[in-house]
């Protein structure tokens, strides 16, 4: 083998379509396959989402109604339950903090974290986190844990 007969391998070049636009002689000259005239057939065009061809698109037609409260603050819950299945599994061992939670993916890095009161909780346990349900927080106090608030 030599540079006089080097070739790529079999299937790694792809023939390209037809060059289209580049005059009437290549055969796809003129409109260069767009048709004649409308929004298709210009330069730049897109179809903005939701276009509906000029009929009044249906994010339009539904009605409106609610309200959404822009200061709105999302908890991702925990509930007890899963703490203790934490415990046993040996997951975690005397605390539990927004660090543990993420890292055992419970809750994303940014989430607000709020401990939800399902289930009963064994191990004395010190949880550190945004918020607690009064059920929640009164558990973790009787099985002799902490919780903190951040």
């Known amino acids: 083998m030599d540079l006089s007969n080097l070739k790529p391998a079999k299937g790694a070049v792809h023939k390209a379509g037809k060059t289209i636009g580049r005059g009437q002689g290549s055969g796809k000259g003129g409109t260069a396959t767009r048709g004649h005239k409308g929004a298709k057939s210009r330069s730049g065009y897109s179809k903005k989402i939701g276009f509906e061809g000029g009929q009044m698109p249906l994010q339009r037609r539904v009605p409106k109604f609610g309200f959404t409260n822009i ?30 939670l993420v890292a055992l993916r ?45």
């Open 106 to 150: 419970l809750a994303g890095r940014n989430d607000l974290v709020k401990i939800m009161g399902r289930g009963e909780l064994k191990a004395p346990l010190k949880v550190t986190v945004h918020k607690f349900t009064a059920s929640a927080k009164a558990a973790i106090e009787a099985a002799g844990g902490e919780a903190n608030s951040l």
């Open 71 to 100: 200061n709105r603050k999302e908890y991702r819950g925990i509930n007890l339950d899963t703490l203790q299945e934490l415990v046993d599994a040996k997951k975690v061992k005397k605390t539990v903090g927004l660090e543990e």
